[in-house]
T-cell receptor
Framework: DGGITQSPKYLFRKEGQNVTLSCEQN?????MYWYRQDPGQGLRLIYY???????QKGDIAEGYSVSREKKESFPLTVTSAQKNPTAFYLC????????????FGNGTRLTVT | AQTVTQSQPEMSVQEAETVTLSCTYD???????LFWYKQPPSRQMILVIR??????QNATENRFSVNFQKAAKSFSLKISDSQLGDAAMYFC????????????FGKGTRLSVIA
């Protein structure tokens, strides 16, 4: 079955360490997205990529970095510069069509202590 | 920038009753799409319903329907015959019409269903 895989489901890191969250899709979608979810804040856009080797900052990109070397993969690195990295992170993808919905992965819960 | 507002942080409904979740949005675009997503305790995001702004007819998916008021920039979700499995966070989202633009989400409404 096609879908989006995020791994791991839970991730624990010490403060000051960079950490990379994995997102892989086999839906052949052009676009991929990273959102952060905090209680009471909804989903906020971190980065998105409309095509391989290209990506744009979202509303809360500071302290994060991404790469898009392959169509299937869009990893997110949470750097030590991110002040409040503990959150639930959702990856999504979509085809090149405005009315097509985003397909989401199951998310990664990152806890930094 | 586009914004999406969900003014009801929490709602509750009796099983088998009907409930309406509110959503308003702000945009200067004429071509756009609107979505409702459901997030149950598993935290999986599930598409409930979508609406194209150019369509006057309100979208319907089984027990879920929308009331799309384009002039008022309002996009409410009505859930009929509520079931225990409808208990979840519901997010309203907006997407500009062209290309692979991201969705802009509201802050969500937590719906409880009372047996």
């Amino acid at each position: 079955d096609g879908g989006i895989t995020q791994s791991p489901k839970y991730l624990f890191r010490k403060e000051g360490q960079n950490v990379t969250l994995s997102c892989e899709q086999n839906l052949n979608h052009d676009a991929m997205y990273w959102y952060r979810q905090d209680p009471g804040q909804g989903l906020r856009l971190i980065y998105y990529s409309q095509i391989v080797n290209d990506f744009q900052k979202g509303d809360i990109a500071e302290g994060y970095s991404v790469s898009r070397e392959k169509k299937e993969s869009f990893p997110l690195t949470v750097t030590s510069a991110q002040k409040n990295p503990t959150a639930f992170y959702l990856c999504a993808s979509s085809i090149r069509n405005g009315n097509s919905p985003l397909h989401f992965g199951n998310g990664t819960r990152l806890t930094v202590t | 920038a586009q914004t999406v507002t969900q003014s009801q942080p929490e709602m509750s409904v009796q099983e088998a009753e009907t409930v309406t979740l509110s959503c308003t949005y702000d945009t200067s675009e004429s071509d756009y799409y609107l979505f409702w997503y459901k997030q149950p305790p598993s935290r999986q995001m599930i598409l409930v319903i979508r609406q194209e702004a150019y369509k006057q007819q309100n979208a319907t998916e089984n027990r879920f329907s929308v009331n799309f008021q384009k002039a008022a920039k309002s996009f409410s979700l009505k859930i009929s015959d509520s079931q225990l499995g409808d208990a979840a966070m519901y997010f309203c989202a907006y997407r500009r019409g062209s290309g692979n633009t991201p969705l802009v989400f509201g802050k969500g409404t937590r719906l409880s269903v009372i047996a």
